[in-house]
């Protein structure tokens, strides 16, 4: 069992930026990926980041490339997501997902076992 907590949203106004946390706990040893995904109202859950826990390979969907950052802090079993230039688009309850061995398709989100509560972010209107 994985355990994961968002925190860090919030609010911006134009050209604003916000920096969200995932802090994971209990098997964080089995976790291969982490990544970021996000949902609008009446949308389908959308792929943002993912980092490879054990590498340096990062991944980006096209919309963030350039604005967002995914990182990990490895003694604090947390991941982050710097959002630099946030737009309206960005609006979304944003959610940390956690995988625990290697699938063909990282922006998939049937391919994440764990996920956490989410947490709100409202962009620029």
């Known amino acids: 069992q994985v355990q994961l907590v968002e925190s860090g949203g919030g609010s911006v106004q134009a050209g604003g930026s916000l920096r969200l946390s995932c802090a994971a706990s209990g098997r964080t040893f089995s976790v291969y990926a982490m990544a970021w995904f996000r949902q609008a109202p009446g949308k389908e859950r959308e792929f943002v980041s993912a980092k490879i826990v054990g590498g340096y390979s990062t991944y980006y969907a096209d919309s963030v490339k350039g604005r967002f950052t995914i990182s990990r802090d490895s003694a604090k079993n947390t991941v982050y997501l710097q959002m630099d230039n946030l737009k309206p688009e960005g609006t979304a309850v944003y959610y940390c997902?956690?995988?625990?061995?290697?699938?063909?398709?990282?922006?998939?989100?049937?391919?994440?076992?764990?996920w956490g509560q989410g947490t709100q972010v409202t962009g620029p209107s």
């Open positions: 997902a956690a995988q625990t061995r290697p699938r063909s398709v990282v922006g998939c989100a049937r391919n994440y076992d764990y």
